[in-house]
């Protein structure tokens, strides 16, 4: 992968020794955006989880069963 956005930035842009250099930058930066998506989204749905879960657990109610504008 590194390859080709060298490859990309130096012969398709005509970026010369710069695109190798920025191919490598960008090839960094979409790993790490690999990587780190699928971590937040994770993080998010488990902490969304862990709310439903406690809430079941405390048998709480919501607004829309205890009345009017939640009181």
Do not use: C, H
């Amino acid at each position: 992968m590194q390859e080709w956005f060298q490859n990309l930035f130096a012969a398709t842009l005509g970026l010369g020794d710069l695109g190798f250099t920025v191919g490598l930058v960008v090839s960094v930066i979409v790993k790490i955006v690999i990587i780190l998506i699928p971590l937040i989204l994770t993080v998010a749905y488990l902490t969304y989880f862990e709310r439903k879960v406690i809430g079941f657990m405390q048998l709480r109610v919501g607004p829309n069963v205890t009345g009017p504008w939640g009181l």
